[in-house]
């Protein structure tokens, strides 16, 4: 069976800091592609970051700058540092992992069950 657990959302104020986990199990952690996406109330999910498993990233162009995606194989952890937090970056953050592709924006296989970043103005 299959698991993503997220963990590290919460509340805080604008310009502070927060960093996400997400830990696999049941999956070849190593072999996949990892992303975080968002959504706020209202809007589409949309992906934040993502690591391959070479290391290469890519991020959306809001957060770019900002937040850091890397990721554990030994810990089957992908980790999502954000910095210099804004009053829209509020949303539930999921983390997603996917082997059939290198555009995880594309094709999700299996999601972790969120976590709530609120940042206050």
């Known amino acids: 069976q299959v698991q993503l657990v997220e963990s590290g959302g919460g509340l805080v104020q604008a310009g502070g800091s927060l960093t996400l986990s997400c830990t696999a199990s049941?999956?070849?952690?190593?072999?996949?592609?990892l992303g975080w996406f968002r959504q706020a109330p209202g809007k589409q999910r949309e992906l934040v970051a993502a690591?391959?498993?070479?290391?290469?990233?890519n991020y959306a162009d809001s957060v770019k700058g900002r937040f850091t995606i890397s990721r554990d194989n030994a810990k089957a952890t992908v980790f999502l540092r954000m910095n210099s937090l804004k009053p829209e970056d509020t949303a539930a953050y999921y983390c997603a992992a996917t082997i059939w592709t290198p555009d995880i924006a594309t094709k999700q296989d299996y999601w972790g069950q969120g976590t709530q970043v609120t940042v206050s103005s």
């Open positions: 049941g999956i070849i952690f190593s072999a996949y592609v």
């Open positions: 690591i391959r498993p070479g290391g290469s990233t």
